[in-house]
């Protein structure tokens, strides 16, 4: 008989508890101003969407601060 593992995902509180600090000093290594803000409005975002893969969270969590970051930093036309 095989048996299978079961992967328990985090929650949210547990992903945001993980990775909160890492994500404001990725913004903030990245030259954002409101490093802070950056990675609560990722979180904000990642709430309010339905991932296909939860394992796919903390990555999309990092593209989202990298994407905010340099919207924020880009000059007005």
Do not use: K
Request: hydrophobic share 40%; charged share 25%.
């Amino acid at each position: 008989m095989i048996e299978t593992a079961t992967v328990t995902r985090p929650s949210f509180a547990e992903l945001f508890a993980a990775h909160y600090h890492a994500l404001v000093r990725l913004a903030g290594l990245l030259g954002a101003d409101d490093p802070e803000d950056i990675a609560q409005e990722a979180f904000s975002r990642l709430h309010t969407r339905r991932l296909r893969d939860d394992g796919a969270a903390l990555a999309h969590l990092r593209s989202t601060v990298c994407n905010l970051t340099r919207n924020r930093l880009q000059p007005d036309p």
